[in-house]
């Protein structure tokens, strides 16, 4: 795995899964959301139409992410949604913060946090990693 990829994948993780975790505790759900991170380094939030169902807000952020990528704005991206998972290593379903990443490199994974929320607290889980599509960088 290229470290600078992973470099990349960790901020992505570290800003937006708190920020699901937050709007979980405060709201009992979340928008789809993402990020990405410029040539620069820094974090860039990707704010999308919000008045969308959610399958519109993931279609408008993808194409947010292609048009950065190929724009040369971003070097790595995040797309962040609520999803039911099933998790591979003992069947157990669960809901799940899902952040699908993609780095131009080629890179590209999906992270599942499982999590439970009761009276207004989230509990996660352990992360279910698999690879992801690529789709972002690849339609760049």
Partial sequence: MNVSGVAEFAVLLGFLVPLATE???????????GGAIGPDGEFVPI????????????E???AQFVDGAKSGSYIATALVYDAFVTDP???TKSDAIIVSLDHKN?????????YKLTDGTV?????????GSGSVFAAA
């Fill in 60 to 62: 408008r952020l993808q």
């Fill in 89 to 91: 290593s003992d069947g």
């Fill in 23 to 33: 709007m979980l505790e405060e709201h009992g759900s979340f928008l789809p959301c």
């Fill in 47 to 58: 704010d999308s139409d919000y008045d969308l169902a959610p399958p519109d807000i993931i």
């Fill in 123 to 131: 509990t996660t889980g352990k992360l279910i990693s698999q690879d």
């Fill in 106 to 114: 080629g890179m590209s994974q999906v992270i599942a946090v499982p």
